[in-house]
């Protein structure tokens, strides 16, 4: 072999060698700037649970977030045996990283652990527009309607509507008769 054929051998060779680092370079290249920008996820996609700003733990997805919620309501609709109890909105799933979060059942036991505002879809009895108090069923809110127009047929105008509101504020049926007493005194 002459030498003329090994150096052009060499050469070819050299070449492929130059390609193979450059095309080696550029993929590196493209990936680090992928990673950079968060394409390439390199961590376990999670959610950082917030109440009212407050950090509570986290959560691989917002499903697994709502069916907690769900299971939490459901237990509170059993014990107040009110089907129109629903937990508080203040809630915010902030995207992130983390190795570890938490399953369904453990966001069962921290949202009853916790100091979350139970609501409820009242209804707000209305005297001349001005808000008397808010009951937790339709009928009971008609019922005070019909009570009121038979004691009162020239009376105020009374009137409802639907509400939510924090469970803590509803108020008996015979709390909000004696303040619609008070009122027409």
């Not at 799933?93 to 652990?113: I, Q």
């Amino acid at each position: 072999m002459s030498n003329d054929v090994k150096k052009v051998r060499e050469n070819k060779k050299q070449e492929r060698r130059h390609k193979k680092i450059r095309s080696t370079v550029i993929t590196l290249s493209i990936l680090i700037i992928l990673a950079s920008v968060g394409v390439v996820n390199a961590g376990t996609q999670s959610y950082d649970v917030l109440y009212k700003g407050e950090h509570l733990g986290y959560v691989h997805s917002p499903e697994i977030f709502e069916s907690a919620i769900k299971d939490v309501e459901n237990t509170y609709k059993n014990i107040y045996l009110n089907d129109a109890i629903i937990i508080g909105d203040d809630f915010e799933l902030v995207p992130g990283r983390l190795d570890e979060s938490v399953d369904c059942d453990t966001w069962v036991t921290l949202l009853h652990n916790s100091n979350i505002e139970l609501y409820i879809n009242g209804y707000s009895i209305l005297v001349d527009d001005q808000e008397i108090g808010i009951v937790e069923s339709h009928d009971t809110a008609r019922n005070i309607i019909k009570m009121y127009q038979n004691e009162y047929p020239l009376g105020e105008k009374i009137s409802y509507e639907e509400k939510t509101v924090p469970y803590i504020e509803i108020k008996s049926l015979e709390r909000i008769i004696t303040e619609i007493r008070e009122l027409e005194k």
